[in-house]
T-cell receptor
């Protein structure tokens, strides 16, 4: 298993600003995943954060809007840039997956953009 | 077409009822299949994996039909504590470790 801490747990932001979400894992992992869960929706993968290389983004998500850092094997950040109300969502960091299927999630960062 | 499709529900059932959830997936190359559970305002957690031969864990039975690209979850003797959203999850492509989530089926078990 893995213990994942995310900060902030929630925030209210103004349109046009940016917010950086931090994710800390209690063990070294090769890949970290960033998901978004919009109100009433399921999880959508934003990108995979790889240590030592650029993040891999899913269709519909771009680096300029969601820059990701992965400075070491236990930490990653996701920035939501130039926010609009449509970015209001829960952002979740996770590790694991693969054939075992068990993803471990942080408790999420609930973002509200006014 | 969504990669993973589920009936959103909600399913409202009395305690003790048997309830079944269905899920279809679009990528025939998908190799691994799972059911996750998400409680309100909480992160998702793995409920069980789904194997080709079908598998059971207590009151929960999962089945996979690769030919029809169909996954099911059966809950017997429902408890109030089973109330949650159940997410069908697929690992789509060899070597890609990220998972694809269905939109979830909400279950409300009533006394």
């Amino acid at each position: 298993s893995a213990v994942i801490s995310q900060k902030p747990s929630r925030d209210i932001c103004q349109r046009g600003t940016s917010l950086t979400i931090q994710c800390q894992v209690d063990s070294q992992v090769t890949m970290m995943f960033w998901y978004r869960q919009q109100p009433g929706q399921s999880l959508t993968l934003i990108a995979t954060a790889n240590q030592g290389s650029e993040a891999t983004y899913e269709s519909g998500f771009v680096i300029d809007k969601f820059p990701i850092s992965r400075p070491n094997l236990t930490f990653s950040t996701l920035t939501v840039s130039n926010m609009s109300p449509e970015d209001s969502s829960i952002y979740l960091c996770s590790v694991g997956g693969g054939q075992t299927g068990e993803l471990f999630f942080g408790e999420g960062s609930r973002l509200t953009v006014l | 077409r969504k990669e993973v499709e589920q009936d959103p529900g909600p399913f409202n059932v009395p305690e003790g009822a048997t309830v079944a959830f269905n899920c279809t997936y679009s990528n025939s190359a998908s190799q691994s299949f799972f059911w996750y559970r998400q409680d309100c305002r909480k992160e998702p957690k793995l409920l069980m994996s789904v194997y080709s031969s079908g598998n059971e864990d207590g009151r929960f039975t999962a089945q996979l039909n690769r030919a029809s690209q169909y996954i099911s979850l059966l809950i017997r003797d429902s408890k109030l504590s089973d109330s949650a959203t159940y997410l069908c999850v697929v690992n789509g492509i060899t070597g890609r470790r990220a998972l694809t989530f269905g939109s979830g089926t909400r279950l409300q078990v009533q006394p």
